[in-house]
């Protein structure tokens, strides 16, 4: 069982309660890649220019990644929305949730670390004309801006689902890729913050474990998540030797 597979399964929980029959909306990766043109590392999308804002610091805010060993637990190139799609709701500030899960191989106790912190930064790094981010990761926000061009051009969560993907598929023991937007209600992306604490607390352990080899377990913050999560301990094993 690998040390996130519990998160995913809350995800899936929360996906079949939200929306028992279909989401909203769900498209599918095809692979092909982005066309949405690049804006150059540029984007400032002032208020005035805004078409639509996600995240806002004023709203109930999401972002989390989650990856597993186990390809059956990822529905790659899935792309959900529960709640309204960009072109449904100009001219409004909504709030936001975007869970990227992906299935992985090639992760042990050596470098799953290391690849954390690297997808981490990955699902940050999206570069589209006519969309702005700011993230605060060690709190799992983030707020992002549409301008009304890139809204009338076609900008949807399809796009920006789409460009996520390339970006995590780019990485050779990245396999498949799967995201849930959430844009429902303040309830909806709140009742996903006790899953998001969970798995960064599972995190945090592991971060812990990478820092300090040495660690005395006996008297560590993170003994009770360790032998709660199936392989933390073994990981720690693993790396003492």
Excluded at 55 to 79: F, K, T, V, Y
Excluded at 199 to 221: F, K, S, Y
Aim: hydrophobic share 40%.
């Amino acid at each position: 069982m690998g040390i996130l597979d519990a998160a995913i399964g809350q995800i899936r929980n929360y996906m079949s309660r939200r929306r028992p029959g279909k989401p909203d909306k769900l498209f599918l990766y095809d692979g092909k890649g982005c066309s949405w043109p690049v804006g150059g590392k540029k984007n400032i999308v002032l208020g005035q220019d805004t078409g639509i804002e996600l995240g806002n610091p004023r709203q109930e805010s999401l972002s989390l990644m989650l990856w597993a060993d186990e390809h059956s637990h990822i529905h790659d190139g899935r792309i959900t929305v529960i709640g309204p799609d960009l072109p449904d709701s100009r001219g409004k500030s909504l709030p936001f949730a975007k869970i990227v899960m992906v299935a992985v191989h090639g992760f042990n106790e050596e470098n799953t670390c290391d690849r954390w912190q690297e997808m981490d930064l990955l699902r940050f790094d999206i570069d589209l004309a006519g969309y702005m981010m700011r993230a605060v990761s060690q709190y799992q926000r983030e707020w992002s801006r549409v301008s009304s061009d890139a809204l009338e051009k076609g900008f949807s969560f399809s796009v920006l689902g789409s460009a996520l993907m390339d970006r995590m598929k780019a990485k050779e023991y990245i396999d498949g890729v799967e995201i849930l937007f959430v844009t429902e209600s303040p309830e909806a992306v709140r009742e996903l913050r006790e899953v998001a604490n969970g798995a960064m607390a599972i995190i945090g352990a592991l971060n812990r474990m990478n820092e300090e080899i040495e660690a005395d377990c006996p008297t560590c913050d993170y003994r009770a998540i360790c032998d709660a999560v199936d392989g933390l301990r073994e990981m720690h094993a693993a790396r003492s030797r």
